[in-house]
């Protein structure tokens, strides 16, 4: 099946730098690709999300970018915040033996921004 | 703002009881799904449902079981809680039966069995 690989955290940065979490896929076709983010002690929010390649995802000043040759969706922010502190998910679809599409999830980054 | 709601948010109980985890959503989705997880934030899928009468079991194996009667109400349940079923639980739910373009999470139950 599909797999993501995401960088290890913690990932620790100051207010205002510069944000790259790095995540990489293997897969068969051409899944969709997401990140999701989850702040302290709640569920998972869609982040972002790119369904072909080259398509770029971005929101809250947030970018993502599907690129297929080096099967990579890494996400970036130009200026962080204390508020962005949460954990951040990539993830793709995959199709179970049954047909079921699901999402499949890295490890998580937990990314901490101190003023 | 997603409409899927997780009770309880936390539970503490005893090994040996018998524990159901609520999910409902409002949205009308006809996929459903449980993840668990784990200390170290990996998320691993238990289970999932096509749609009303259909539960299938996941990547990782599960002692809990799904029932899914109502197409907004897909409760877990633990017939004999232990220790190693401590973990946190999210459900998820998602718009079309051939896709998944986004999946809205619940807000989680982090169970802890003592």
């Known amino acids: 099946g599909n797999s993501v690989t995401q960088m290890e955290g913690p990932v620790t940065l100051s207010e205002e730098a510069f944000l790259t979490i790095n995540c990489t896929y293997t897969?068969?076709?051409?899944?969709?690709l997401f990140w999701y983010v989850q702040y302290p002690g709640e569920g998972l929010q869609l982040l972002l999300k790119?369904?072909?390649?080259?398509d770029k995802g971005s929101n809250k000043g947030f970018e993502a970018t599907y690129r297929k040759e080096t099967t990579s969706f890494h996400l970036e922010k130009g200026s962080v915040q204390v508020s962005d502190s949460a954990v951040y998910f990539c993830?793709?679809?995959?199709?179970?033996?049954?047909?079921?599409?699901?999402?499949?999830f890295g490890t998580g980054t937990r990314l901490l921004v101190s003023p | 703002e997603a409409d899927i709601y997780q009770t309880p948010r936390y539970l503490v109980i005893g090994t040996g009881k018998k524990i159901t985890l609520e999910c409902s959503q409002t949205?009308?989705?006809?996929?459903m799904y449980w993840y668990q997880q784990d200390p170290g934030m990996e998320l691993h899928l238990i289970h999932y449902?096509?749609?009303?009468?259909?539960?299938e079991k996941g990547d990782l194996s599960s002692e809990s079981t799904v029932s899914r009667i109502r197409t907004e109400h897909f409760p877990l349940t633990l017939e004999s809680a232990r220790p190693s079923h401590t973990s946190q639980y999210l459900c998820?739910?998602?718009?079309?039966?051939?896709?998944?373009?986004?999946?809205?999470f619940g807000q989680g139950t982090r169970l802890t069995v003592v």
């Open positions: 998820a739910s998602s718009e079309y039966p051939d896709a998944v373009t986004e999946a809205f």
């Open positions: 993830a793709l679809s995959d199709r179970a033996n049954t047909g079921f599409q699901k999402l499949v």
């Open positions: 897969a068969t076709g051409y899944p969709s």
């Open positions: 449902s096509y749609g009303v009468n259909s539960t």
């Open positions: 949205m009308g989705h006809d996929k």
């Open positions: 790119a369904t072909k390649a080259d």
